[in-house]
């Protein structure tokens, strides 16, 4: 950590509300150049909102109010949408969660870059513009500079659009970068890049405030934390203090939370399920995945692992029936129901439709009698630990972990002997994706279920696998049990997401550093 003053960013009684009732109360907190301070809490703590008031982009419904809220040289306190342009890039710059939607759909990304060196003159002249612009896209370690800045965002990778974000975000060199959830959806390699890039900004001189609830990803990144709930700060400290040693019941229930028992499996003769042998498919003449042979057991939780793109979804589609092999064979038992839980469940469900409508949709295509759907959508709630009156509620008025466990009761509708689930806690919190990972164990016991779980987080698919495939550009390149492809690797490509999920880039594979 470099020198700690003076602070950059001085944010002291900070308060927010919406029609007089606080949901940001009395949050202080200061960063010093070349600090990273990280904001954790689940989802409604109040973190984002802290973030974004740091930008001047709260609601125009909220009300901000604090003793003190400095931004470089600034008091920022009041300021109209016109003040907050003049510093907002220069001064303090935002890198938020999804690239794909802070990105300019219709813009190259060369063209995205170049805008807030125009807006807040940093280079002039075409180009000096243009090679900012490249400098700025090796800054960030952006392959094939020259043809990505040509690119648009959906061309991109989502590790790609979020090094490009960063390059806007740093384009006018500002003082402060607030970083909101930035590598949530990444895979666990290019989630490890991009925390090491932000290290390295930080390290350069960048006051980087880093709001998330991947207790990994802070530990990896932050020189203090600052803990969230219901709008408070309930404690603060360095990282190793927070972490190593907390002081408050709901820190020590978090971090409880993200620590995850390996499954003790039981791997002796199992009945197949299904049976894959030399699976090939492609798109366009693309290869999605090439020669896959491997075999889901009764009973049994298969885990697939791998980077965005490697194939695991498309394998996924096609154990469902979804997506038929162009090559290989793929044999299911007769009489096998096969259901699949979305990563996404507000995209899944109708938003029009009430869960209680979902569900007795579902239940009727399964072949339940009308008379009987009322009390087995009733059951089917209390199965995963839902109350029965969340039936009359639309998708959008539930939690996120409340969608998750209503899209498990509706896969379960069917009565299926597998799921196949999709990235199915990628988005929770902590201690809400502990909760579902314990109801899916607990409804596998219960109805003997076979699961396929997809995942890029190698933590949770410990927990939850008995056996996996790993994944790379299509192909499988290694498989067995938990236990051997875990504790004892065999391929580089398993051994670098293992490093990258647990806080390091084998040397090979490392980045060069970030020159400021």
Not at 313 to 318: D, E, F
Request: glycine residues 8%; contains cysteine.
């Amino acid at each position: 950590m470099t020198d700690m003053s003076p602070s950059v960013l001085d944010v002291q009684n900070l308060r927010i509300g919406f029609e007089g009732a606080l949901v940001v109360d009395g949050v202080s907190f200061t960063v010093s150049a070349g600090e990273c301070v990280a904001i954790v809490g689940e989802s409604g703590a109040g973190k984002s909102l802290t973030a974004r008031a740091l930008l001047g982009l709260a609601p125009s419904t909220a009300r901000v109010d604090a003793d003190r809220l400095r931004v470089g040289g600034d008091d920022v306190r009041g300021w109209k949408e016109s003040a907050w342009r003049r510093i907002r890039g220069a001064e303090i710059a935002l890198v938020s969660q999804d690239a794909l939607v802070a990105l300019d759909p219709l813009q190259r990304i060369g063209s995205e870059i170049a805008e807030p060196l125009r807006l807040h003159p940093a280079a002039r002249g075409d180009d000096a513009i243009g090679d900012r612009v490249q400098a700025l896209l090796r800054r960030v370690w952006m392959p094939e500079p020259e043809r990505r800045a040509r690119q648009y965002p959906h061309e991109l990778s989502g590790g790609l659009r979020q090094r490009a974000l960063i390059a806007s975000a740093i384009a006018a060199a500002p003082a402060v970068l607030v970083a909101d959830e930035p590598t949530t959806a990444l895979d666990a390699t290019v989630q490890a890049r991009i925390l090491d890039l932000l290290r390295a900004i930080a390290d350069a001189g960048t006051a980087v405030v880093f709001v998330s609830h991947d207790f990994a990803a802070v530990r990896r990144l932050a020189d203090r934390v600052l803990v969230m709930r219901r709008g408070e700060v309930v404690e603060s400290g360095t990282v190793t203090e927070v972490l190593e040693s907390p002081q408050h019941p709901y820190t020590r229930q978090l971090i409880a939370a993200t620590i995850h028992e390996p499954r003790i499996s039981d791997l002796g003769a199992a009945a197949p399920v299904l049976t894959a042998t030399a699976v090939s498919k492609a798109f366009a003449g693309l290869p999605a995945v090439i020669d896959a042979t491997f075999v889901v057991s009764q009973g049994r939780t298969l885990g697939i692992v791998g980077e965005s793109g490697s194939g695991k979804t498309t394998l996924a589609r096609m154990i469902m029936g979804v997506e038929q092999p162009d090559q290989g064979e793929l044999h299911e038992e007769p009489g096998h129901r096969v259901q699949l839980v979305h990563q996404n469940p507000l995209g899944a469900f109708d938003p029009r439709w009430s869960i209680g409508r979902s569900l007795r949709e579902a239940l009727a295509a399964g072949g339940v009698p009308r008379a009987q759907r009322q009390r087995r959508v009733e059951e089917l709630l209390g199965e995963v630990d839902l109350d029965p009156g969340l039936a009359a509620r639309r998708p959008a008025e539930l939690s996120g972990g409340q969608r998750q466990r209503a899209a498990i009761a509706r896969a379960l509708a069917a009565d299926p002997d597998v799921l196949v689930l999709d990235e199915p806690v990628s988005a929770l919190d902590p201690s809400v994706r502990e909760r579902v990972l314990q109801l899916l164990l607990r409804l596998q016991r219960e109805r003997r279920l076979t699961m396929v779980f997809v995942s890029h987080d190698l933590d949770v698919v410990r927990a939850v696998a008995d056996e996996v495939l790993v994944m790379q550009d299509g192909r499988i390149v290694e498989q067995g049990s938990i236990a051997e492809v875990f504790d004892t690797p065999r391929h580089p490509f398993t051994r670098e997401l293992l490093a990258a999920n647990g806080g390091g880039v084998p040397p090979t594979e490392a980045e060069p550093s970030v020159s400021p």
